[in-house]
């Protein structure tokens, strides 16, 4: 048998560390920052054209590369960054891995010119699919202008699944948003010909100001400690400014932008009783510990770093929050509508008090009634003719008491049946002693059925049932757009602007009509007639942040007219459907499901999720008989 086994060329290895180091355009601009900021830069520029499709430049005045690092850079595992495996845990850079630079050459055009600052003359270099097409001297200032074209151009497959231009836009701005966060004395130029942004250096919290411009200033509260483990500096939110939506959440280890859940929950957990359950708190936190005490490498993007002492770390957090919160009296306010009952705190050897309850000593709940010492009253006194001289008159009786005597003393026409034996539809028709729906989590409705038990998640059925009501609507153009007496004022980031850019249509077609006022400032002028008493501001907002979803691929399919009026459709009705977390009377749970199994296709929400699930008999049997 012949070997199989081959070594695959270089071109092709690239391609394939490109498909996990580059994924889109922001992932390119990210890179060659994060290379530039490793040069020492202080000035960075970034160009960009049909938001990275067509070109990507990047210009900063870092140390620059000589002739035979500008040619040796474009190679795999080539880097200045580490010398031994030792050096991985003891990272100062944001590069370590040689495997950028030679990624977006396998799959792009990039065109290169650097100068050190003791060469006369610098390199120019044109790469084009791991190809060197050029390499000769150049004039050029110090440092390094490097230029990415035709991105993907080679790998149409990764190109097709691009979206549109506006959505990869605001991925690169929030990209940008993370950069310059981080390295907040570096300025920052950004252009994309719609968009220009520029940051001078300045303190962190100048930063956050001058990046989001959201009145953050009196939100904040400062967060400062410093221990033999961790330096922990920055800002989170006073709890009456946490967000639904779009919470500006950034920890930052040492430089580096990171994602941790761990950390997540321990800032959160600060806010528990402080904030509403559906709302987040914002922070933007630097960490500062020893390098050999976390790993960096465990993900293509490096944005994922395990701590060595995470626990302690928690403490410290956490601590250094709550101390924030109270120093700066941010502590939950008194609920006067709230109907619970406030419990006195105890003092210093106090014991609770028990409840009174008035049972005899020689009780025995295992006991008859009888053998405890209660006679049961079983005469049962039926006044008729009061009751006939009550109807008359028009006075009524207690219901309560009616039923609880009509339950006391069964009917002596028919013999007494056994509850185990009553049918559950015949108990809720007759005595409503069980409804037929329950709530469970207040997230599922659960319900009996020929095939067993059924369990439906409210939000996804309300979706579904949503979304061919709006469906309808909108195809025959039928939604009435009311004008509003009042416009609401509505304040978008940049990312929102970018997503409006790319559904202002589909709004107009929902019946929403969004008036420009100034800077980032908007009126909604009108709304859909069905939504004249809800939150109309609340919902423009939700359909602006589901822009980037992944489930919505904006522009990309094949019939577009059909894709638009879908996309309206899920859009409103996603933003629309009863919540997780609502408490429905046993009456809206029942309409809720008469209405889901009308639909056309009542097992599937319109992005392919399920509704409901069915537990069979034989289900119960296999969970009661392990």
């Known amino acids: 048998m012949s070997d199989i086994i081959r070594l695959l060329p270089d071109s092709v290895a690239n391609q394939i560390a490109a498909g996990e180091v580059i994924q889109r355009p922001a992932s390119a601009i990210k890179e060659l920052v994060e290379n530039a900021i490793d040069a020492g830069a202080t000035e960075i520029s970034i160009v960009v054209k049909d938001a990275g499709k067509t070109s990507i430049q990047v210009i900063d005045n870092g140390t620059g590369m000589s002739e035979t690092d500008a040619r040796m850079a474009f190679e795999r595992h080539a880097t200045s960054k580490i010398r031994r495996a030792e050096d991985l845990f003891s990272l100062h850079t944001m590069g370590f891995r040689g495997e950028a630079l030679p990624s977006i050459c396998a799959i792009s055009e990039v065109d290169i010119k650097t100068k050190t600052k003791d060469s006369k003359l610098g390199t120019h270099l044109v790469i084009c699919g791991s190809n060197v097409e050029l390499q000769e001297p150049c004039v050029c200032d110090t440092g390094t202008v490097i230029t990415i074209k035709k991105l993907f151009f080679n790998v149409p497959a990764r190109r097709k699944f691009l979206k549109s231009d506006n959505v990869e836009l605001s991925n690169i701005i929030k990209e940008f948003e993370r950069m310059a966060l981080v390295n907040n004395n570096v300025r920052f130029h950004f252009d994309s010909g719609s968009k220009i942004i520029d940051l001078r250096p300045g303190s962190f919290k100048q930063r956050i100001i001058d990046l989001w411009k959201t009145g953050l200033d009196s939100q904040l509260l400062p967060i400062s400690v410093e221990t033999s483990m961790v330096k922990i500096e920055g800002f989170v939110s006073r709890p009456e400014y946490a967000r639904r939506r779009n919470a500006l959440q950034f920890l930052i280890t040492n430089g580096r932008c990171m994602r941790n859940m761990y950390f997540h929950k321990a800032i959160t957990g600060c806010y528990e009783s402080l904030i509403a359950n559906d709302t987040q708190p914002c922070y933007f936190l630097k960490f500062e510990v020893d390098p050999n005490t976390i790993d960096i490498n465990r993900s293509p993007t490096k944005d994922e770093i395990e701590f060595e002492y995470k626990q302690q770390i928690w403490s410290i957090l956490a601590s250094s929050i709550k101390a924030s919160l109270g120093k700066f009296s941010a502590v939950p306010s008194i609920d006067f509508s709230s109907d619970a009952i406030p419990v006195r705190p105890l003092k210093n050897g106090e014991l609770p008090i028990q409840p009174r309850l008035d049972i005899p000593p020689t009780y025995n709940p295992f006991k008859s009634i009888s053998e405890n010492g209660y006679k049961k009253n079983t005469t049962i006194t039926r006044n008729w003719e009061e009751l006939y001289n009550n109807f008359n008159s028009g006075t009524t009786t207690d219901n309560k008491e009616i039923q609880m005597s009509a339950s006391a003393h069964p009917s002596e026409d028919n013999d007494e049946k056994n509850i185990n034996q009553i049918d559950l539809f015949e108990i809720e028709k007759n005595n409503n002693i069980a409804p037929l729906c329950i709530q469970f989590a207040l997230k599922y409705i659960v319900m009996p059925s020929r095939e067993g038990l059924l369990l439906i998640d409210q939000h996804r059925a309300h979706i579904r049932i949503l979304y061919e009501e709006y469906m309808s609507l909108i195809s025959k153009s039928e939604v009435v757009s009311q004008r509003v007496m009042f416009p609401e004022r509505i304040t978008l980031d940049e990312i929102q602007k970018s997503a409006l850019l790319e559904v202002e249509e589909d709004l107009h077609r929902m019946g929403f009509l969004l008036e420009y006022d100034s800077d980032n400032s908007w009126f909604i002028a009108s709304v859909p007639s069905m939504f004249r008493n809800s939150d109309t501001k609340d919902i423009v ?45 046993v009456a809206e749970m029942e309409n809720l499901t008469c209405r889901l199994f009308e639909t056309e296709s009542s097992s599937l929400t319109p992005d392919g999720n399920p509704i409901y699930s069915v537990i069979t008999e034989d289900n119960l049997s296999n969970l009661l008989n392990k």
């Open 541 to 585: 907002l939700k359909i602006l942040d589901s822009v980037n979803e992944n489930s919505l691929n904006y522009g990309k399919d094949e019939n577009v007219e059909s894709s638009l009026t879908s996309r309206s459709a899920l859009l409103l009705a996603r933003s629309t459907a009863v919540r997780g977390g609502t408490k429905l009377s």
